[in-house]
């Protein structure tokens, strides 16, 4: 067997490792038998270096397998997840989770927690006074039984040496590499258990991935992953060049996805619910995708995901008088318009700024210990392609932390762009992968 200090020199020159020597560097990082130094090392030539897709699959296999996974073979074909590779003001798994449970689908999911300028579904999910994002694991089965959906914080032995690499990655500025991030991602929903996977890859200025053709990248071999791996999947890419919907901000995304499963709100942020929505039932059903969506357009406009939503968020101790009354979520102490400096089009929107925005008003978290304000964020008045007067609002900031208006205004206005011509509309839905 390779030593450590052989198999960083066999990747770093560009050899493919084997499968054998994969599973051995995996075991050794998740029991301490290599140290931080040779770890980083090693991705550092992996990021250079590339991997090929036999040594990508062995790499993401090895990470499943280094902790515990899900069983969900209870729900036979009807199991399913959804996963984002993560962006501004998206609050999708609020919508797709109902609409899917309304028809049949198991949503047994485990999400995260919102750090940098992208939000978590936890932490917006805690906004709701009472919710349990800890359910134990007989509880989570037998909820998802029940009412159709679970959804609780990742448990801290699912893909143990994800959390360790990613680590790393992060500090060694190795975030970046297509093989590390498709390891990354598919070794966790791959032992989340799930048959059905659908994934939502973003791209734009407030994704990872900046471009629509590393996207497609991406997205092709998460793809390629998962079918090998025995689940039914597809990944849809859609533009993050704007914030998804009008709110950012935790106890904000809650009410924008209730008045979406009311039927009060329609827009961006309904179209893409329904794209992943869809993919996800014709998935589980193996149905037409024209099929799909019209089944759960009827289940948005019909109440029905309304009700499930109730059901789910009641079912993990969350109380269901602030999705009838939105009204009731707490408001901040400070309420600010910030004014349009000139009229025309808003030819572009930065969202990771906007998203660095929310963090700074109190809505995310700079570390991942930062206590957040579940009430913090930002409604915005006008998005990109839209005409705007000098004197206009634009957004408004909600926060409770004195003295930082002014620098969250600028900020916020340093992300716009204005032009004196519309702008060419970019896709919301750009490509699915299958």
């Given amino acids: ?17 084997s499968k054998e020597e994969i599973e051995s560097f995996v075991s050794k990082v998740v029991s301490g038998g290599i140290d931080d130094a040779q770890t980083a090392a090693f991705l550092m030539a992996v990021y250079f270096r ?47 989770a109902p609409v ?28 709701i006074p009472g919710f349990r994002t800890s359910l134990s694991p007989e509880e989570f089965i037998s909820q998802t039984e029940k009412t159709g ?7 801290g032995n699912l893909a143990p040496a994800d959390k360790k690499l990613y680590a790393l990655r992060d500090v060694i500025a190795a ?28 791209t734009g200025s407030g994704a990872f991935m900046k471009t629509a053709e590393d996207a497609c990248l991406l997205a092709e071999k998460m ?20 914030p998804l919907g009008h709110n950012v901000g935790n106890a904000l995304e809650v009410v924008e996805a209730v008045n979406v499963l009311r039927g009060e709100k329609t827009g961006d942020l309904r179209e893409v619910c329904l794209a992943l929505a869809s993919n996800m039932v014709a998935l589980a059903k193996n149905m037409p995708i024209s ?19 109730k059901e789910w968020i009641g079912a993990q101790g969350g109380d269901v008088r602030y999705l009838d009354n939105v009204s009731l979520f707490p408001e901040t102490s400070i309420k600010y318009e910030v004014l349009s400096p000139r009229s025309g089009y808003i030819s572009g929107m930065d969202a990771e700024k906007i998203g660095l925005v929310s963090v700074l008003l109190g809505a995310g978290r700079e570390k991942k210990d930062d206590v957040i304000d579940p009430a913090a964020g930002l409604v915005l008045c006008k998005k990109t392609g839209e005409y705007v007067e000098r004197g206009e609002a634009l957004c408004t900031l909600y926060t409770n932390k004195t003295g930082i208006v002014r620098q969250a205004e600028k900020e916020y206005l340093d992300s716009l762009v204005f032009s004196d011509l519309r702008p060419e509309e970019i896709p919301l839905i750009i490509k699915t992968v299958v």
């Avoid at 975030?175 to 994934?199: C, E, R, T």
């Avoid at 099929?291 to 939503?309: N, P, T």
Wanted: aromatic share 2%.
């Fill in 1 to 17: 067997m390779m030593t450590a200090y052989e198999l960083i020199l066999k990747k770093r020159n560009g050899g493919e490792l």
């Fill in 50 to 96: 590339g991997m090929t897709d036999r040594e990508t699959a062995y790499l993401t296999d090895a990470m499943t397998r280094s902790g515990d996974t899900v069983d969900l073979s209870a729900f036979g074909s009807l199991s399913a997840d959804k996963h984002s590779t993560g962006g501004v003001g998206d609050k999708t798994s609020l919508i797709v």
């Fill in 100 to 127: 899917a449970a309304c028809l049949g689908l198991k949503i047994a999911k485990m999400s995260g927690r919102g750090l940098g300028h992208t939000g978590g579904t936890v932490d917006k999910l805690e906004s």
């Fill in 149 to 155: 959906i679970a959804l609780i914080g990742a448990t």
């Fill in 175 to 202: 975030v970046d590499s297509i093989p590390l991030i498709v390891s990354s991602i598919m070794s966790k929903k791959l032992a989340a258990g799930a048959k059905n996977i659908v994934l939502d890859v973003k």
């Fill in 223 to 242: 793809v390629s992953i998962g079918k090998a791996c025995g689940r039914n999947i597809a990944a849809v890419i859609t533009d993050m060049n704007k």
């Fill in 291 to 309: 099929e799909a969506e019209k089944l759960c357009a009827e289940a948005l406009d019909s109440g029905k995901a309304f009700i499930k939503m």
